[in-house]
């Protein structure tokens, strides 16, 4: 399948940036990734927090999109924690805000809330990556 | 202390209906023959117990008290009031219970018995001491049963609502979630993505109008002041203080939800590229009331780039949005003065 990726009106924002998704759902998660892919990130994806886990072991990440639900009970709070352990800055993307709110607040990182916009979700890594020093505005 | 006090005053007026103020003379006398009809013929259930015999014995127990329980008067009298717990009997409830006898409070609590037959039920008991008149002296414990075991369901039956609801919230956001990437993926294939993109922005207003209405998991109309926030918190950027909202508390059909959610998505929209939403400063001013069975919301732009023209590429009041609007019977009243657009949503409240 020949998919295009848009060129942003904004740039190549993410350019140089390796970027880990955490999305138990492979329709959402192409379209992050083709999403991130589109302001020049380069993009590894995980099902699993088990997957993210291992790939943290075999890549370095600049930074990371986590969804909250992983199916099963399981949870992005594994990969959050080891993230953190790491200075890893990375932001929440979750439709389940009511369910989760304890452990997203928990984890205290920004959330996109789902279903959100290629753009909300863009901006939200871009501004956390600025505030937290790791992009310069 | 206070609850202690009450009961003296209640087992002294007891005392004071009797021909005598001795304890074991209480159901006796006219007085007393009125007091024991009563107690047999209400459909409270009660019995009193006698702490000073060993182990707090049932000494009466009314007929209302055997319906509920399904023992006979010979096997209730002389027995502790335990015979009533079971398996599933709450351990924080007895110990209450445990407290309020040790401690000689009054006490209610919810408690799971069960009946001769094995069968359970939810009482509302309602315990207490009762004291000689004259010496003060503990004589009794009262405790009062009540069956409220369909209070319990109906509770029960709230609390499973308001699960699934949020269940069905969740995947409802997850549904438009995967159906907004499908839409998504869809566009870059096709080399449209800047239409398809469109077609989120309007798919996700809907989402968030009824994301409220869905997990409440209250059957009434929704009130058009959460459909409002709902659909411009995204257009908010993370500063309160965008929109200013003012308006009466209306309830909105899900059909009417879906159109105010996608007009506020549209002005929305449009703000944010050429109006108060494209500049720092930049305000909306909502109102809304409701009038002979219509709507009336207003939207008001402040603070954004100066209007000179009509923007070409405007989207609202214009296609789709105004043929939607005339097949609801609403309108939507453009307004471009030159400090910002002022809109103005006009639509029957459908019942």
Redesign the interface.
């Known amino acids: 399948?020949?998919?295009?990726?848009?060129v942003s009106e904004t740039g190549m924002k993410l350019s140089g940036f390796k970027i880990l998704v955490l999305e138990d759902?492979p329709?959402?998660a192409?379209?992050?990734e083709?999403?991130l892919q589109d302001y020049g990130a380069d993009v590894v994806h995980c099902l699993s927090p088990e997957e993210a886990l291992e790939a943290m072991t075999q890549h370095v990440f600049n930074c990371a999109v986590l969804d909250v639900?992983l199916g099963k009970n399981k949870t992005c709070a594994d990969v959050a924690v080891r993230l953190k352990e790491n200075g890893i800055p990375f932001i929440l993307h979750s439709?389940?805000l009511?369910?989760r709110g304890e452990l997203i607040e928990e984890i205290g990182a920004p959330v996109v809330?789902?279903?959100?916009?290629?753009e909300?979700l863009v901006n939200c890594l871009v501004d956390h990556l600025i505030q937290t020093g790791h992009l310069s505005a | 202390m206070e609850k202690t006090t009450e009961n003296i005053s209640q087992s002294q007026s007891a005392h004071d209906d009797t021909e005598s103020g001795h304890p074991e003379d209480n159901f006796t006398g006219a007085t007393g023959v009125l007091f024991e009809r009563a107690m047999a013929q209400t459909r409270m259930a009660v019995c009193l117990t006698d702490p000073n015999q060993p182990d707090n014995p049932i000494i009466f127990a009314n007929r209302a008290f055997l319906m509920l329980t399904g023992y006979d008067h010979d096997e209730v009298i002389g027995k502790n009031c335990r015979f009533l717990q079971g398996p599933d009997t709450d351990e924080d409830s007895l110990n209450l219970i445990r407290k309020a006898i040790r401690d000689e409070e009054v006490l209610v609590v919810e408690v799971l018995n069960y009946r001769k037959d094995g069968t359970k039920f939810w009482n509302a008991l309602h315990l207490g001491p009762i004291y000689d008149g004259d010496t003060g002296e503990l004589l009794y414990f009262f405790g009062s049963q009540w069956n409220v075991s369909d209070v319990h369901a109906a509770r029960a039956d709230e609390h499973q609502a308001k699960l699934l609801a949020?269940?069905l919230?969740?995947r409802m956001?997850?549904m438009?979630?995967?159906?907004?990437?499908?839409v998504?993926?869809t566009g870059?294939?096709e080399?449209a993505?800047?239409v398809t993109?469109k077609i989120?922005?309007r798919?996700?207003a809907l989402?968030n109008a009824h994301e409220n209405a869905l997990?409440s998991a209250s059957a009434g109309p929704a009130d058009i002041s959460e459909i409002v926030t709902a659909v411009l918190s995204?257009y908010a950027a993370g500063s309160e203080d965008v929109f200013i909202m003012r308006g009466e508390k209306i309830g909105l059909s899900t059909s009417t939800i879906s159109l105010v959610g996608l007009v506020l998505h549209e002005l929305a929209t449009n703000a944010t590229k050429y109006g108060a939403l494209s500049a720092d400063e930049g305000k909306v001013t909502l109102d809304w009331r409701e009038e002979d069975g219509h709507l009336i919301l207003d939207w008001k732009e402040s603070g954004g780039p100066k209007i000179d023209h009509v923007p070409e590429e405007a989207g609202v009041g214009s296609g789709i949005m105004s043929t939607l609007l005339k097949s609801a019977r609403g309108e939507l009243g453009l307004d471009w003065q030159k400090d910002g657009l002022q809109a103005s949503l006009r639509m029957p409240v459908m019942s």
Not at chain 1, 1 to 6: A, T
Not at chain 1, 113 to 118: I, L, R, T
Not at chain 2, 176 to 182: E, K, L, P, R, T
């Open positions: 399948m020949m998919l295009q990726n848009s759902d329709i959402i192409l379209d992050v083709m999403s639900n439709g389940d009511r369910r809330v789902k279903p959100s916009s290629d909300q | 949020r269940e919230s969740h956001k997850n438009f979630s995967v159906i907004g990437s499908i998504s993926l870059r294939q080399g993505k800047q993109d989120n922005g798919i996700r989402g997990s995204p």
